[in-house]
């Protein structure tokens, strides 16, 4: 599909994602199947938890702490509370583990389980409304048809550094997350889940429990959200 | 689309899509189209493809030894 968008313009914007497959426009399928192989080992590794084995819980504690403590910082902004619910989600996995059936993957049940007790602290913690992302000109359309077509006119961020190098920029991934963590809660959970996580459309609906449609409208909201969040802090002239 | 050029909200519309693939034939020539004749909109649109690469690119989040053992020792206290 990709060779039908203009070979030019595909040679400028399909650079290699860091870590994964190449260019955005050819990346799901290799996403896809690692992802398949892993739900495979991630049952065997239920089976041998619920039998008994320690490895097993080591196994999938040292499988998903790192991502999901990368999940929970960028939903709450805050180092140690991220690792405070890290901790909560890991008890009500290794408690719940032994209900679990395969009807979704581990991955993605554990990671339910991390939005539900995100969701359970924003409902403890909730003072302001998780209303429409401010600041971005199109808050109360649903419809994006109503984006302004060349908001990079008005000074989007341009990397001036490869994607794999601003990684590597400490300072950089700070801003992200913190980009990504001044969101509110409908927004940062699916960006966070879709393209960070790098679950798919329908499993994020599945998890949130919201229709394809709605992932895919707020996906692209929390999209500029943090393209203009990252304008304002590497703000350079056309 | 032939010839004909879209408006560019509609491009950014198709752009998303194309971002979700869940792009047309058809959807991918109209945007090559527009995308050739348009240089905000290729900018935009290079510009978001960076941005999902650098969500995508992010890395997760390293825990050090000493705090995963001790994360795991009160896990399995609390089991």
């Known amino acids: ?238 | 689309m032939s010839g004909k050029r879209d408006p560019c909200t509609k491009v950014i519309q198709k752009t998303y899509m194309i971002l979700e693939e869940e792009r047309s034939e058809s959807m991918c020539e109209s945007l090559r189209i527009h995308l050739d004749e348009c240089e905000a909109c290729a900018k935009q649109y290079k510009i978001l493809e960076d941005l999902v690469s650098l969500c995508q690119g992010f890395p997760p989040e390293e825990i050090p030894e000493d705090q995963k053992q001790r994360m795991k020792k009160k896990l399995l206290a609390a089991l």
């Not at chain 1, 040679?11 to 799901?28: E, F, Q, S």
């Not at chain 1, 939903?75 to 989600?89: S, W």
């Not at chain 1, 190098?165 to 991934?173: A, I, P, S």
Request: glycine share 8%.
């Open chain 1, 1 to 238: 599909m990709v060779n039908k968008v203009s070979k030019r313009k595909v040679d400028t914007v399909g650079k290699a994602a860091p870590g994964r497959g190449k260019g955005l426009i050819r990346k799901k399928k290799s996403v896809k199947r690692p992802m398949e192989e892993g739900a495979r080992a991630d049952l065997e590794l239920v089976e041998r938890f619920r039998d008994g084995d320690l490895g097993a819980f080591d196994s999938i504690f040292e499988t998903y702490s790192g991502p999901l403590l990368g999940f929970l910082t960028r939903m709450c902004g805050d180092p140690e509370d991220a690792k405070e619910g890290l901790q909560d989600t890991f008890l009500s996995v290794f408690r719940y583990l032994k209900d679990f059936r395969g009807e979704a993957t581990l991955k993605n049940w554990i990671f339910k389980i991390a939005v539900n007790s995100c969701l359970k602290k924003k409902r403890k913690m909730e003072a302001v409304p998780c209303g429409e992302i401010e600041g971005i000109r199109r808050e109360n359309a649903e419809s994006e048809d109503s984006v302004h077509p060349h908001r990079v006119s008005e000074g989007s961020p341009e990397w001036k550094l490869d994607p794999e190098k601003l990684m590597l920029d400490g300072e950089f991934r700070r801003h992200m997350v913190q980009g990504v963590a001044s969101m509110p809660y409908i927004y940062k959970v699916v960006i966070n889940l879709r393209d960070f996580e790098g679950l798919s459309t329908q499993d994020v609906s599945r998890i949130l429990g919201i229709k394809e449609s709605t992932v895919k409208v707020r996906l692209h909201r929390a999209r500029l959200y943090l393209q203009d969040w990252l304008r304002n802090r590497y703000k350079v002239s056309d």
